[in-house]
């Protein structure tokens, strides 16, 4: 989605500008540009394209100037163009934007109406020329940008540098995150602190509705009444340090690698490895899944597959009653709130517009909020009554991998302690699941011995156009997941069913080329989920089985391929499948020469609905 910078400075805006860009590369963008005051002129390069295409520009016509904006675009109104790419400006505004101006067709009438001209498709530009036309009638910039904002409806954040105006840099959030860096002689704007952080650590997070003016280092906020406010100011741990590929060839491969690492960073935030019980360092949350009367977990994509896989888990562990649903459909379905209920949201970046509607709703009925977050200052962070982090670290590539897992390890966790305060698990059965989840980084660890089959594998069968995904249980929202995972990096088209779902339908698509990919584990379900693979064969389908050895023995030599994972506990099995089911993905997209970190279309985080 799209990214926002802004340096008030002393030095060369343009280098700054475009490396902080690079650190929002991760959001996913189709478009960049820059624009700069020089000796008090707005000056601006764009590029369609990657950054590099930007570079090229920037070499080719070099820009100066101290005071400037940038932008990385994922294009919502009008395609990836350099006269849709932002900034976008009039000769006295220069302005970024990231999130969507509803209104920007009744302004736009309004204001050709009154002679201004428009060169782009984009919702954006009706700003400029809003606030182009109050500096006009008189208003001095900071004034102008405010009545701009006032008249705009939708959810953004912006920034503008104004002709004549050096070091004068004006932001404004409503929707959108935005966040103001302060250093000791410059002072920044940022859709993050990860952005900010070459800069600086010292960063806080605007309130919806809040306008900040930065003058040189001096930075003022003022709320949505226009009264003057502070924010706190806060120490990121985002690191200065470009994240690297580590020597893979993607992030995705280095992000599928960490796992292991990851979750078992994760895992000791909520395991007392030694006493074999969980033990969270968020003790309230005990006593609120103690008594909840319903658990409504909820997220979008990625994410939500994990809060699915939740839903079997607080069933199953804790006899809680859960029910879950996509963000973008809750936030609108009117959901029946119950007395005493707990709603558990679940986000990588904690940006995302649908589930940080969803959230702000339950909180308005009386539902307790818990979210479970990766970036632990984002907006659902600060939103929600109580934060379980994940600790996988900055997640670049595009297709959520480690994220997943380690929400998966966060629920997890919450599920046994939630059994155990509920009086459902008993404390052997608390000790034997803390230790099989304690043996999952491990395995992994032994899964990946696998790769080079699984390599050769995704090779053979990226020829597919289509792929169908299996699983029973706690693996059927895991199923769902492995077939986004493929659509989304190879463009292969993929469906994820539960198992038992193949003979009310999708069987009909199966002939000899379509894969058929089975996560089943050798438990109570196995026999049953062997029958559906039979059916699936005698139609001539091409099985793939991902399974433990028990489980390939026991399926016979049937199927096209296998895919050997350890042996876990059952329960838990979508941690370790995971992996084989996001590695099968990245070879397949690799056999296809596809841009697996940044796949068409897709932005890292959706600040719009
Ligand atoms: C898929 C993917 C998306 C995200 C979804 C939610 O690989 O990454 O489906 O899971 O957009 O994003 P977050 O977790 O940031 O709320």
């Known amino acids: 989605m799209c990214g926002i910078i802004g340096i008030a400075g002393t030095q060369d805006a343009a280098p700054q500008l475009v490396e902080a ?90 204001l050709i109406a009154k002679g201004h001209h428009f060169e782009s498709e984009t919702d954006t530009e009706v700003a400029v020329h809003l606030v182009t036309d109050l500096l006009d009638q008189g208003l001095a910039p900071v004034e102008a940008a405010r009545e701009a904002v006032r008249q705009l409806t939708g959810a953004y954040a912006l920034a503008m ?32 602190a990860f952005a900010l952080a070459p800069f600086t650590h010292r960063v806080a997070y605007l309130d919806d509705g809040d306008v900040v003016v930065l003058h040189g280092p001096k930075v003022e906020i003022f709320d949505s009444a226009g009264q003057p406010v502070q924010r706190q100011i806060r120490m990121t741990t985002a690191s200065a340090g470009l994240v690297d590929k580590a020597g893979y060839r ?51 994509g990625t994410a939500f597959y994990a809060g699915l896989i939740g839903k079997y888990w607080f069933e199953r562990l804790a006899r809680l009653a859960v029910e879950a649903d996509v963000a973008s459909e809750l936030r609108y379905r009117e959901p029946v709130y119950p007395a005493g209920g707990v709603a558990l ?20 009925s009386g539902q307790t909020t818990i979210a479970v977050v990766n970036v632990p200052e984002s907006s659902i962070a600060r939103e929600a009554d109580i934060v379980l982090p994940t600790f996988a670290g900055p997640e670049i590539g595009v297709a959520s991998t480690k994220a997943f897992t380690c929400q998966l390890s966060v629920l ?26 304690l043996e999952i980084p491990r395995h992994i660890v032994e899964f990946m011995t696998q790769e080079e089959t699984v390599e050769a594998l995704g090779g053979d069968l990226a020829k597919a156009r289509d792929v169908l995904y299996l699983g029973r249980g706690v693996n059927f929202p895991l199923a769902m997941e492995g077939a986004l995972k493929l659509k989304e990096i190879s463009y292969i088209h993929a469906e994820g069913y539960a198992a038992g779902e193949m ?4 069987i009909a698509l199966i002939d000899e080329n379509v894969p058929v ?44 391929a296998n ?28 056999a296809k020469g596809t841009d697996v970190d940044q796949p068409r279309n897709l932005a890292k985080s959706v600040t719009v609905e």
């Open 21 to 110: 860009l690079r650190r929002l590369e991760y959001r996913g963008y189709d478009s960049a540009g820059i624009a700069t005051l020089v000796e008090g002129r707005i000056e601006r390069r764009r590029s369609p394209g990657k950054l590099t295409q930007l570079d090229r520009v920037l070499q080719q016509k070099p820009l100066g100037g101290r005071t400037g904006i940038g932008h990385t675009r994922w294009a919502t109104h009008g395609a990836p163009t350099e006269s849709n790419a932002h900034p976008h400006a009039s000769r006295r505004v220069a302005l970024v934007h990231n999130g969507i101006i509803e209104n920007f067709r009744e302004l736009r009438s309004a």
């Open 161 to 192: 540098i104004f002709a004549g105006h050096e070091g004068l840099v004006v932001g404004a959030r409503k929707g959108s995150p935005l966040a103001v860096g302060y250093g000791d002689v410059e002072a920044y704007l940022g859709s993050d």
């Open 250 to 300: 993607h992030f995705m491969a280095k992000e599928i690698h960490e796992q292991p690492e990851v979750i078992a960073h994760t895992l000791a935030h909520y395991l007392d490895p030694s006493a074999l019980v969980v033990q969270l360092r968020e003790p309230e949350v005990i006593e609120v899944l103690r008594h909840a009367s319903r658990l409504t977990i909820s997220a979008c």
């Open 345 to 364: 949201f679940i986000s990588q970046s904690g940006e995302t517009a649908d589930t940080l509607a969803a959230l702000r709703d339950a909180k308005a």
């Open 412 to 437: 997890a966790a919450l599920a046994i302690a939630a059994g155990r305060a509920r009086g459902v698990i008993e404390p052997d059965r608390e000790h034997a699941l803390v230790a099989s989840l």
């Open 503 to 506: 003979k009310h339908g999708p």
């Open 517 to 560: 990919i089975v996560l089943a584990p050798h438990d109570t379900w196995f026999e049953k989920t062997v029958s559906n693979m039979q059916e699936t064969m005698a139609r001539g389908g091409k099985v793939i089985l991902i399974s433990d050895v028990a489980g390939i023995a026991a399926a016979g030599e049937a199927a096209y």
């Open 563 to 590: 895919i050997p994972v350890p042996a876990v506990d059952p329960t838990f099995a979508p941690l370790l499948y995971a992996v084989p089911v996001q590695m099968l993905a990245y070879y397949m997209a690799l």
